[in-house]
C-alpha cells in the first residue's frame, strides 16, 4: 500500500531559534563573500530571503540586500534597506553608510553626522569603516563643504594619530594628497607643497602631486619648475599612477584635460617671456 503522506510537509524542517540564528548568519555569508551569486542577481536575493526569514534583524542581510541597489544608482532603495542595516547593527555599520554618503552622493552634512555618531559609539578609538579612518573622511567631508580650517585639523588629527601609534608610512598617501590641497586652499602653498612631497615619499609615481605642484610653481612664475612637474604628471598619468576609485569620480579627479590644459599655459607664457 502506497505511504499516505502529505508531500507539502515532506522537506518540512524544524529548527531551534539559536539554529534559526546561525543559519541565518551562515546564508547572510554565503552572499556577502561574493563566492557564490554576484550581488543583486535572482540567486543571491533567494539567499538574502532566506537569511531574513530565519533571522529579521540579521544587519548583514539587510546591507547585502541594499548594496546592489548603491552600485546601480538607486539610492531610495539604498536607504531604505540601510536603515535597517543601522537599527540592527549601528555600532559596526554606522560609519560604514557614512562612507557611503561621502563617496557615492557627497552628501557630506549626513556623512559627518554618521562619522560623528562612530564617536559615540565606541568612545575608546577611532572607527575604520571600509579600512579608513572617520577622521580622515571627516576631513574630506569638511573640505566638500569649503570648510577648510574644519578639513585641515581632521586630516592633521588623523595624520598625527596613525604616525603616533605607528609610523607615518602607515599614513593613507592620499590624506596627505588632501591636506596639501586644503593648505593651498587656505593660501599656504609652501605647507602644501610640503604635504604633495610627503605623499611622493610614500608614492613617488602619484601624477596628481606633480600636477598640483606645478600648478602652485606657475602661479608663483617658476615656468620652467613648473613645466617639468607638469610633464612628470603627464608620465605617470598615462601609466595609470593617479588618484581615483571604483564607481564614483574623487574629490579633485585630475585628467588628461588638465594635464594638457596646464602645458598650454606654461608653454604660453615660457614662448612670450622668451619673445
Same mark, same amino acid.
Given at each position: ?6 508531500p507539502e ?5 524544524e ?15 554565503m ?8 550581488q543583486g542577481?535572482?540567486p543571491?536575493?533567494?539567499l ?14 539587510w ?9 546601480r ?5 539604498m536607504?531604505?534597506?540601510y ?7 549601528p555600532v ?8 557611503l554618503?561621502? +563617496? ?41 563643504l ?8 581632521f586630516?592633521?588629527?588623523y ?26 586652499? &587656505? ?7 610640503a604635504?604633495?612631497d ?7 609615481? &602619484?601624477?596628481?602631486?606633480?600636477y598640483?605642484?606645478?600648478r602652485?610653481?606657475y ?13 612628470e ?13 571604483? +564607481? ?6 585630475? +585628467? ?6 596646464l ?7 615660457i ?5
Open positions: 500500500m502506497a505511504c499516505q503522506s502529505d510537509n515532506w522537506y518540512q524542517k529548527f531551534t531559534d539559536d539554529e534559526k540564528l546561525q543559519l541565518s548568519k551562515q546564508l547572510a555569508f552572499v556577502g563573500s561574493g563566492y557564490y551569486y554576484n542577481t535572482v543571491d536575493q533567494f538574502i530571503d532566506e537569511a531574513l526569514k530565519y533571522n529579521a534583524e540579521n544587519a548583514v542581510a546591507r547585502e540586500r541594499g548594496i546592489p541597489y548603491l552600485k544608482g538607486f539610492p531610495y532603495e536607504h531604505t534597506y536603515q535597517k542595516v543601522i537599527e540592527y547593527d559596526q555599520w554606522q560609519g560604514w553608510r557614512g562612507y554618503y561621502l +563617496y557615492f552622493y557627497r552628501d557630506y552634512e549626513r556623512a559627518i553626522a554618521d562619522f560623528n555618531a562612530t564617536d559615540t559609539l565606541t568612545p575608546d578609538f577611532t572607527d575604520y569603516p571600509q579600512a579608513q579612518s572617520v577622521d580622515y573622511m571627516r576631513g574630506l567631508c569638511y573640505y566638500g569649503e570648510d577648510y580650517s574644519m578639513a585641515l585639523q586630516f592633521t588629527r595624520v598625527d594619530e596613525v604616525t603616533q601609534e605607528k609610523d607615518e608610512s602607515f599614513v593613507d598617501t592620499y590624506a596627505f594628497l588632501y591636506r596639501g590641497l586644503t593648505h593651498e586652499k &587656505l593660501n599656504q602653498p609652501d605647507d602644501a607643497l604635504d604633495f610627503r605623499a611622493l615619499k610614500y608614492y613617488p609615481q &602619484l601624477s596628481d602631486c606633480y598640483h605642484k606645478s602652485i610653481h602661479q608663483r612664475g617658476e615656468n620652467a619648475q613648473a613645466l617639468q612637474l607638469v610633464q604628471a603627464e608620465k605617470y598619468f598615462q601609466q595609470g599612477y593617479f588618484h581615483l576609485r571604483p +564607481y564614483v569620480e574623487v574629490q579633485e579627479q585630475i +585628467y588628461q584635460y588638465d594635464i594638457d590644459q602645458i598650454r599655459k606654461i608653454d604660453s607664457r614662448f612670450f617671456t622668451d619673445r
